[in-house]
């Protein structure tokens, strides 16, 4: 577990531009089993691929994109242990990644980004893969 204070700008990263933090495992299941459209989740972090390229990466395709996802939703992996664990349930069959990002799709994981394929690459990088993923699974079929 780290120190809360240092994890505040980390969490803030985030919910400035409109992510809900799930903190507990309740609210995982209350947010998962309610889930209705589409759902972007971040496993945040508090490595450095999460810093340089998972957050700046998914704060620069929601800026970028037209196509938007219904819900912006994060746990902190190393700081809320049980909706992380409880998150990464619904995240199966992928084996734990911390930073990761999916997206769901009325309750299914339709797309997700493991943390190899976060490291080693840059923030604009992420947000073309995530671009291009938003544009995939989060368009309306009547559009």
Same mark, same amino acid.
């Given at each position: ?23 507990? *495992?309740? @609210?995982?299941?209350?947010?998962? @089993? ?10 945040? &972090? ?27 939703? &994060?746990? %902190? ?5 049980? *909706?992380? *664990? ?11 990644? &911390?930073?990761?990002?999916?997206? %769901? ?6 797309? %997700? ?27 309306? *079929?009547?559009?």
């Amino acid at each position: 577990m780290y120190p809360p204070h240092l994890l505040i700008p980390m969490r803030e990263d985030l919910t400035s531009v409109g992510f809900e933090e799930l903190t507990t *495992a309740d @609210e995982v299941v209350n947010t998962m @089993e309610n889930a209705e459209g589409t759902m972007l989740v971040i496993v945040n &972090s508090v490595c450095g691929c999460a810093a340089g390229a998972a957050r700046p990466g998914v704060k620069a395709a929601l800026a970028a994109s037209a196509i938007k996802p219904d819900k912006l939703v &994060s746990v %902190f992996a190393g700081a809320d242990l049980d *909706a992380t *664990a409880k998150m990464r349930e619904y995240l199966l069959p992928y084996p734990p990644s &911390s930073p990761a990002i999916g997206i %769901f799709k009325d309750g299914d994981l339709v797309h %997700f980004i493991e943390r190899h394929h976060i490291e080693g690459r840059s923030a604009q990088m992420i947000a073309q893969h995530l671009e291009m993923a938003l544009e995939e699974f989060c368009t309306p *079929a009547n559009a």
